[in-house]
């Protein structure tokens, strides 16, 4: 009797490096506006899944999208850099995503003219300019959903963007059942949801390595 060898499914390619400033700045303007609508909503409560309120979910969204930029600037190899930006916690939430769009170019900028044989520092992975906006594409659309969820807003992440994601920064994602979509498939690779046959993630991470 003969087997046949059974294969994974072929991943989709990694974006190249050029197109990941244009992608970060997609995710900021959709994940900006689904924040928008929330504006006027209660900021102080839980976002979905987190200890961190709604509010300091933008913060953390904030010092990681400008922390991701350091990175690439001061290029350490076994550590985190010492600066820390953080939002205006008397500021009205319009404001803060005012903030948060400011952090996102810094990072698009500095994504768009860092070489692309440099490499920094992260505890998931040592990357490359397009694994840090990989990674600050992620941290919007992740957050956004939390948040979104928290507060009432219906919204889902972009799908295009998702797969861009996928590729980049998880290797062992599955592949995504008949009737999901690829913004199924990152949320369960990080935790948030469950796929058939796939529980929800207790624990999950990146891999910002260089492929």
Not at 105 to 125: C, I, K, N
Not at 147 to 153: E, P, S
Not at 184 to 196: E, K, S
């Amino acid at each position: 009797m003969t087997t046949t060898a059974t294969t994974a499914p072929p991943r989709t390619p990694v974006p190249p490096a050029a197109a990941w400033p244009g992608l970060l700045a997609a995710a900021t303007d959709t994940c900006l506006d689904a924040l928008l609508e929330g504006a006027d909503q209660d900021w102080s409560r839980p976002a979905d899944g987190l200890a961190w309120t709604c509010r300091e979910t933008l913060d953390h969204l904030a010092l990681g999208l400008t922390g991701y930029a350091g990175l690439l600037i001061a290029r350490p190899t076994d550590r985190y850099i010492t600066l820390f930006a953080s939002l205006d916690p008397e500021a009205p939430v319009p404001a803060c995503l005012e903030g948060l769009h400011i952090a996102s170019r810094l990072l698009g900028a500095t994504v768009r003219d860092t070489p692309a044989d440099v490499r920094a520092w992260h505890p998931w992975g040592h990357a490359d300019a397009a694994g840090f906006a990989a990674m600050g594409v992620t941290e919007l659309l992740l957050h956004t959903y939390d948040i979104t969820r928290a507060l009432g807003v219906t919204w889902a992440p972009d799908g295009d963007l998702c797969t861009a994601v996928l590729s980049r920064l998880f290797p062992d994602a599955p592949a995504t059942p008949p009737g999901y979509g690829p913004s199924d498939t990152l949320l369960q690779c990080t935790g948030r949801a469950a796929l058939p046959g796939l529980p929800r993630r207790a624990e999950w991470h990146w891999d910002g390595s260089v492929r």
